[in-house]
């Protein structure tokens, strides 16, 4: 009787301790996260997207794709958008993604708020509509942003049509 006790205890023993090392993080884990990476092909499909969008606007407009880091994976320009939109695309998409908050979104709130109101003097940030950040599982993957698409509704609307939300791509929260 008293070797079977000394099984069962030293068989839960055993298990219990087996359970705490589960839960508990490896030393890595506490060091190094997984993270997801917005890809090209997701990038050409968002970008398909968005100028489908402004097909159904009559509009062509210039448009960036950047990754969590601020780097340009697309940037393309519609036939006859002016140069000067191409950069404006970028930059409202770094925009996006440095913030995580779509620019109009952003514009509205530092207008709103005089202790944000000179967030437009940071190098890089550009307080104009048509920048979403592209959110995957909660989290920001990259960014968006569109520039020529005649008005400020009408880029953030071209922008937020990037969204795939069959494969839980977002262009929103």
Known sequence: MKILTAF???????SFAQRSAETQPSPQARLVKSVDHLTLEAALELAKNSTEKAAQLNKQVSLAVL???????LLMRGDGVGIHNT???RRKA????STKTATLTLLRNARANPDTN???TLPELLLLSGGVPIWYR????????VAGGGSPENDDAIARA????????????
């Not at 069962?8 to 055993?14: G, H, Q």
């Not at 990754?67 to 994976?73: K, L």
Request: glycine share 12%; aromatic share 10%; with cysteine.
């Open 118 to 120: 000179n967030l437009n």
């Open 94 to 97: 770094y925009t996006a993604v």
């Open 138 to 145: 909660g989290n920001v993957i990259g960014s968006l942003g």
């Open 67 to 73: 990754d969590t880091a601020g780097n340009v994976i």
């Open 8 to 14: 069962f205890i030293l068989f839960f023993s055993c």
């Open 162 to 173: 990037a969204a795939i939300p069959e494969k839980g791509i977002l262009t929103s929260k």
């Open 87 to 89: 950069e404006a695309a």
